[in-house]
């Protein structure tokens, strides 16, 4: 089966940077996905890494090493709109074309 | 585009009652599906369909059935409802684009079994 790991809670102040990290166990790799969840809302796209290296989107940037099975979201210049829960997310290795999810991190930015 | 849509948005349920959470999407995306969300918990895949006509289980599908006849529609359907489905119902939709597959979910609906 496939597992991920990632902190349940981080806390930041506003304008700093914070990294959310992701491990993962999965027979077939095919990219790490993470997705942004406001309390209430549904789950958005941030960024996806099939390759090791660095994506970057604006704030927002995605680590992938596909040696270590690990992976993190870093978040640049925090505001209070960022506190949300993170998932960290990879394609399932059964054949569905389906995502597994990890339980998710909850981002708290304080003023 | 409206993307993906769900109805209802909340629903309160007795046990041994049965509904329909109704979801569709108006991007042509072939792949659809339906996940749930409990407290505190990343999302679990009920059901899935790689398009019309097409569905199959997945990781907690128990309790749940779907049916897929047209691209747009894809409706979940509880048959005896028990309060271990007290839960937040996603729809999500994607498309294909080479290994990524980008998930677009609805707002989904808050359903509690009493």
């Known amino acids: 089966g496939q597992s991920l790991e990632q902190p349940s809670e981080v806390t930041a102040v506003e304008g700093a940077i914070v990294q959310i990290n992701c491990t993962y166990q999965?027979?077939?790799?095919?990219?790490l996905s993470w997705y942004q969840q406001h309390d209430g809302g549904a789950p958005t796209f941030l960024s996806y890494?099939?390759?090791?290296g660095l994506e970057e989107t604006g704030r927002f940037s995605s680590f992938l090493s596909r040696s270590d099975s690990y992976g993190y979201l870093l978040l640049q210049e925090l505001q209070m709109k960022d506190s949300a829960s993170y998932f960290c997310?990879?394609?399932?290795?059964?054949?569905?074309?389906?995502?597994?999810f990890g339980s998710g991190t909850r981002l708290q930015v304080q003023p | 585009n409206a993307g993906v849509t769900q109805t209802p948005k909340f629903q309160v349920l007795k046990t041994g009652q049965s509904m329909t959470l109704q979801c569709a999407q108006d991007?042509?995306?072939?792949?659809m599906s339906w996940y749930r969300q409990d407290p505190g918990m990343g999302l679990r895949l009920i059901h899935y369909?790689?398009?019309?006509?097409?569905?199959d289980q997945g990781e907690v599908p128990n309790g749940y059935n779907v049916s897929r006849s047209t691209t747009e529609d894809f409706p979940l359907r509880l048959l005896s409802a028990a309060p271990s489905q007290t839960s937040v119902y996603f729809c999500?939709?994607?498309?294909?684009?080479?290994?990524?597959?980008?998930?677009?979910f609805g707002p989904g609906t808050r359903l509690l079994v009493l």
């Open positions: 999500a939709s994607s498309h294909g684009t080479g290994l990524q597959e980008t998930q677009y």
């Open positions: 369909s790689v398009g019309a006509g097409i569905t």
């Open positions: 997310a990879v394609r399932d290795d059964t054949g569905r074309r389906a995502l597994t």
């Open positions: 991007m042509n995306h072939e792949y």
């Open positions: 890494n099939a390759l090791d």
């Open positions: 999965t027979s077939g790799f095919y990219g």
